[in-house]
């Protein structure tokens, strides 16, 4: 008769840190599914791994020097190999714990994702706010996790166990962040703003052009094209090799210059306190001054900052990259796709009532450059935007006309109906 073997209902930390270690990762931190950082992942999480109890969440480092090169084939190596690391190193873990009897899963560090899922969450846990609740950082005004060690040069993984693990992992009680605003003076875009604001829109538009949204504007332009001559008026023959390369190597990120330029970190804050000088000119002003495209919306902010700070740059216009398919992901990206400058001297309370096959009402309130969105209707509206849901789906994406819509009276105005056009501003693309 063979016994079975009796597991502990609860796994030392520094066990499963010696796993993770040998498996390959440079830290390590552990955090409760309780943990009340993760409300707001936690049903998708458990979704994915109805066992979870604990999650095992670790970095990898990356080479610095990589990331810092002006050719971002240099970068995007470094990116793609050090992910494909992550990968291996949650496979390790999991392997183990397997044998051991335990249950674990883990996502991808970066891609595949639930594609399916798109335009809403398509990754399956949010690594990010995992590792600042597991202790192995805290977020940098650049929007990335600092480590205290390492610095911004890592990359995240996360592995769900089915054990309940002691440990002593807490977010750290000081931000490695310099706020030194490197950042905000490589960043092509202008996506980081030096009072904190971050142009989600601007940083995916350029630095995601290969990825999702970006390679369906370009397979769209593909199809409009009536013939070849019309596709290269669109694009250059650079371009057309380079989506072929991602498409056969891995996308690749155009910018990512927020991490090259950033001294965060004990293992790299040294070259920075010994010369800044010495810094901006060795790693800071190759990026800057580097000829490049930089891909924005017609009328956005990062359009007319481009043209404004990096005037030796190729401001190029696509497509819309982020479209909404229904009313409920449409209202979730406005805080994403919202752009303040353009909404310099509007200031409007808008009532939306959505109806049709998914109704919805929300206030959408837009003033002194900022946005607030609401469920519900609140206080008094400049503009009521009543409209069939799909109708208003199609609307954005270019596929009904506003004039037929009203007309028909799928979409009804109440109030100043120039607020409407005033709001898209706010919006561009």
């Known amino acids: 008769?063979?016994?079975?073997?009796?597991?502990?209902?609860?796994?030392?930390?520094?066990?499963?840190?010696?796993?993770?270690?040998?498996?390959?990762?440079?830290?390590?931190?552990?955090v409760s599914i309780d943990d009340p950082a993760l409300d707001d992942q936690r049903a998708d999480i458990l979704a994915a791994f109805p066992f979870a109890r604990t999650l095992i969440s670790f970095v990898v480092k990356m080479n610095r020097e990589n990331i810092r090169s002006p050719a971002r084939s240099v970068a995007n190596l470094e990116f793609h190999h050090t992910g494909d690391e992550c990968d291996d190193v949650a496979r390790a873990i999991v392997k183990t714990m397997e044998a051991q009897g335990v249950r674990a899963g883990y996502p991808s560090m970066g891609f595949p994702m639930e594609a399916t899922n798109w335009p809403d969450k398509i990754w399956v846990i949010s690594h990010k706010p995992v590792a600042v609740a597991a202790g192995l950082g805290r977020m940098g005004v650049h929007r990335n996790v600092i480590h205290p060690k390492f610095g911004n040069f890592i990359l995240l993984g996360t592995v769900a166990v089915d054990l309940a693990v002691a440990h002593d992992c807490a977010p750290l009680d000081f931000n490695p962040c310099l706020e030194c605003k490197l950042c905000v003076a490589a960043c092509p875009t202008g996506a980081i703003a030096p009072d904190g604001h971050f142009d989600f829109a601007a940083c995916y538009?350029?630095?995601?052009?290969?990825?999702?949204?970006?390679?369906?504007?370009?397979?769209?332009?593909?199809?409009?094209?009536?013939?070849?001559?019309?596709?290269?008026?669109?694009?250059?023959?650079?371009?057309?090799?380079?989506?072929?390369?991602?498409?056969?190597?891995?996308?690749?990120?155009?910018?990512?210059?927020?991490?090259?330029?950033?001294?965060?970190?004990?293992?790299?804050?040294?070259?920075?306190?010994s010369g800044k000088k010495d810094f901006l000119r060795k790693i800071v002003d190759p990026l800057q001054k580097k000829l490049e495209t930089i891909y924005v919306t017609a009328g956005s902010d990062a359009e007319t900052y481009v043209l404004r700070r990096f005037p030796h740059k190729r401001a190029k216009r696509v497509g819309q990259v982020l479209r909404p398919t229904t009313v409920d992901n449409f209202l979730a990206s406005l805080r994403l796709i919202f752009q303040r400058n353009k909404s310099t001297g509007l200031n409007a309370v808008y009532h939306f009532v959505f109806t049709g096959t998914r109704r919805r009402q929300a206030t959408v309130t837009i003033a002194d450059r900022k946005i607030r969105v609401e469920d519900g209707l609140i206080g008094a509206p400049q503009l009521t935007v009543t409209a069939d849901a799909e109708t208003w789906i199609r609307f954005l994406r270019k596929e009904a006309r506003l004039p037929w819509a009203l007309l028909t009276r799928k979409i009804r105005l109440k109030g100043d109906p120039r607020l409407l056009p005033a709001f898209g501003r706010c919006f561009p693309g």
């Open 205 to 273: 538009t350029h630095n995601y052009r290969e990825f999702m949204g970006g390679f369906g504007d370009f397979v769209e332009t593909i199809a409009e094209a009536k013939n070849a001559r019309a596709y290269r008026e669109s694009f250059t023959d650079a371009e057309t090799v380079s989506m072929w390369q991602s498409l056969a190597f891995g996308p690749n990120y155009k910018a990512a210059y927020c991490m090259a330029v950033c001294p965060a970190g004990e293992d790299v804050i040294g070259a920075y306190w």
């Open 1 to 30: 008769m063979t016994r079975a073997l009796l597991l502990p209902t609860t796994f030392d930390a520094a066990m499963l840190r010696d796993i993770a270690v040998s498996a390959g990762a440079d830290d390590v931190g552990f």
